[in-house]
């Protein structure tokens, strides 16, 4: 077996690996070698790769055979790169150890800079830099963030300070100074010696002198930081499989410290919160890295594309020929990966420095912008455009905002860091907001500035607020990617921990006080704001619009009320594709009629309940017609567990009242209700075998439902009503209730002498009509999966008593996911390909859709796509999801040979391919 190469050196424009190598080197490495290759001026180094990390993880903490040979090798060219020496006392290489998996995990993963220091090296960056107090100052930091992330000196409690932060402390106010700026290189050397001095108090053992040392201290750091609290919480949210492992980046320092020729910053080749394709960027003159991302200082912009506060100086203005360099390399990069970049960049003494690029985290709105942008700048086609953008992150764009003509009451403005709209109670700690969250409280998470720790008390949060840091701070890197609204560097409010309150000039805000948040703006405000409903115009049209294009799937919406069928028709939904009537039982006055129909002695009392119901269900389907406009419309008959439309039975008054009612006994009543219960409703009198007890209840249903179409009809609309018979298990019951159907749509046409065109179909919900759909189909003009009863049959689980089961089964394993969230493609999902297989085998071309939860679900979208169904159906919200999440399926499943071509190319070209594979269908 050939010899595995575990280092990858980058240096002096050429470098071992490239941005396609991704998996190996962590997405930092990959981008490092590409920006190198591409002659873009990086500091030298080289990559450990994550199968170091696999085998380190596999093997109790060991490195594999031939990896220190490798790295001393590899040392010794970044050496000769630098032209300088690791650990030479007169001129020292010093290096910085960087995570990166192959996806970024901001701020997961820590980063040690400075390695190679030590009273001795410290003499000769001294005399290489003539400047001892930048030497001094490198070196601090260094045993600062050394004794942190490797060493493990740090806070052991929330509340308790940064020990090394207290020992700065108090060296500037025994010197009598705010500014860090202000430490004279004789107290940074003492801050030094007591920082070294904290560490072997803490630890009982000393600060490692030896460079080498240092080096695998850092390596060893990195690679156990793979499995720290905070990381494994970030990959739980973002479902990173724990097996892919970092890389470790090591590579040769430049200072963005050395005075005001230097500096550091952050820039996004487009703004990452709205899209607007101009230079995006800020920057620290005379700071190293950490400080523009730590929201320590408040960074300047690096121009001024947007308004610039007075009196502030940009990159342009200070450094006119060095900010045009950056912003050529930003061309250079966004024409090269044809993606909106994130990149990192250090100034050392007038030269410029790339350390990091990577597709930027952007908001939705972002995303959508700069998809539809890049088509337009013909940078990429509408295919890849299309797969741009996720479709749960669409999410963020159909919920509401603020409403702009509520009444505010303006508190503090911020930095606009995350757009979206927020409303909550204040909470001061991350472990505050996830126990309010549990109790079902809406916070607010407001901090002076987020750190990695915090990630699920941000999760849960509706928003967070932070008093510190830039449009790059943790807080809005993090909360971008998350799709939350971030108000960060609130420098006119002052955020009180000990006493759990903020002030914003003479409002006082408590923990549990209300405050609404408007990160578009950059707003806080007193109390609770309204909301308002989303726009879907504009480049979120453009966009849908193309995917509609591309999509072979149908997109339904799940709806019981005209309100929602407006709102899902607004969200393009193209039919409603399961209408609950039960639900619309529930409503007012009408529970006390179905009670009535449910309990009635004989079909005389039944019949009279259910001329109450009849006029208020043809008023329904009047409303969804009419709102559905020609849209076919799916009604599903009766699928009630009894129990839930029974009183409860030691409710005296209420059956009183409902006997007095009915003009029968309460004895009765209270009889009849016990002889209905079930021990298990869920697989009791449920859906059709109501409507074969009781053929008078499908026969109201089905006269509402054609009397309502007859009227819509001879309003000169369209109606497309589908009968769908819930719950059928074997092809006599649909046989039965499929007969009062047809009889009372004849009954109803004949008399008000309209004709309406209908089908009457099935849902497949139990396993044994998949097994039997041949049969079924003959009976069914249409078949609908549903596939929550489907998945509870099929498991014999119950969704409404496995929640925390099925969680553990996630958490250890057993299960990959949620199966009543993401269809079960091996045990359910055979099901459904059974159905459709069999259901078309005896009926060609039979119609075939989902209505359960999964619709709205992308993974099991795809799923539906690859089956053949017809359409999907979904909750309005997720109707623009699925419609995304459809069209990037058809991409996906595209034959090899009709797959877009990796270069720019105008998407009209593909259209007959595309058009050819709906047909196929
Ligand atoms: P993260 O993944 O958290 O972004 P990085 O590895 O990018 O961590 O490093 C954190 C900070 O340190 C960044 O601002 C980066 O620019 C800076 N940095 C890392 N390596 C070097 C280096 N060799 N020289 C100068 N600055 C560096
Ligand atoms: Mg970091
Ligand atoms: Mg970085």
Redesign the pocket.
Known sequence: MAKKKYVYFFGDGKADGSADMKNLLGG?GANIAEMTNLGIPV?AGFTITTEVCTYFYEHSQKYPLGLKKAVAQALKKVEKSMSAKFGDPKNPLL??V??GARVSM??M?D?V?NIGLNDTTIQGLIAKTGNERFAYDAYRRFVNMYGDVVMGVRPETEKEHDPFEEILEAKKKKRGITLDLELTAEDLKELVAEFKALIKKRLGKPFPEDPMDQLWGGIGAVFESWNIPRAISYRQIHGIPEGWGTAVNV????FGNMGDDSA?GVAFTRDPATGENYFYGEYLTNA???D??AGIRTPQPINRAKKVPKGMMTLEDEMPKLYKQLAGIRNKLEKHYREMQDI?F?IQQGKLWM??TRTGKRTAAAAVKTAVDMVKERRISKEEAVTRVSPDQLDQLLHPTLDPKAAKDKIAKGLPASPGAAVGQVVFSAEEAEEWAEKGKKVILVRVETSPDDIRGMNVAEGILTSRGGMTSHAAVVARGMGKCCVAGVSDISVDYKKSRFTAGKVVIKEGDWISMDGTKGEVYKGEVAKVEPKLTGDFGTFMKWADEIRVLKVRTNADTPHDSGVARAFGAQGIGLCRTEHMFFEGERISAVRQMILAEDLAGRKKALNKILPMQREDFVGIFRAMAGLPVTIRTLDPPLHEFLPDIKDTKEINALAKEMGVKPAYLKKKISSLAEFNPMLGTRGCRLGISFPEITEMQARAIFEAACQVAREGKRVLPEIMIPLVSHVNELKLQRAIVEQVAKEVMGKQGVKIKYMVGTMIELPRAALTADEIAAEAQFFSFGTNDLTQTTFGMSRDDTGALLASYVANDILPKDPFVSIDEPGVGKLVAMGVQKGRSTRPGLKVGICGEHGGDPDSVDFCHRVGLDYVSCSPYRVPIARLAAAQAALKHRPAKKAAPKKTAPAKKKAPAKKKAAKKK
């Open positions: 930092k500091p290096v910085s960087r995570s901001p701020g993963m980063t800079l590579q040769a320092m430049v550091t190293q890295g950490e523009v991302v990192e250090t350390l990091q």
